[in-house]
Nanobody, 125 residues
């Protein structure tokens, strides 16, 4: 069973920085994308940043210019560098690893996601 593990969450003052890390386990399936999501109390989980296998990135408007997602494909690691943090960035941050490929026996396409358990980021004003 593929597993995902985040780390790096902490308490920080507004204007500070944090760097989150996510490690996805190796699989017989290809790791196609890795993304970061967050969920604040009373709110729905939202996309923060996403990077495809080819390096294409997507960011939420609220973090553009402040957060940067990167990926070490060789090690199945994703990083989220967060700068100029604001109190509204406080949330549990989750990493999602997307796997996929073609089943060699059936020829069917296979896709699935694995989520980490999250890491808490708290930004004080």
């Amino acid at each position: 069973q593929e597993q995902v593990k985040e780390s790096g969450g902490d308490w920080v003052q507004a204007g500070g920085s944090l760097n989150l890390s996510c490690v996805a386990s190796r699989s017989v399936w290809r790791l196609t994308a890795m993304g970061w999501y967050r969920q604040a109390p009373g709110k729905e989980r939202e996309l923060v940043a996403l990077m495809s296998e080819g390096g294409t990135t997507t960011y939420a408007d609220s973090v553009k210019g402040r957060f940067t997602i990167s990926r070490d494909n060789g090690e199945n690691i994703s990083y989220l560098q967060m700068n100029s943090l604001k109190p509204e960035d406080s949330a549990v941050y989750y990493c999602k690893a997307s796997y996929g490929g073609i089943n060699g026996l059936t020829g069917a396409s296979h896709k699935f996601d694995r989520w980490g358990q999250g890491t808490q980021v708290t930004v004080s004003s």
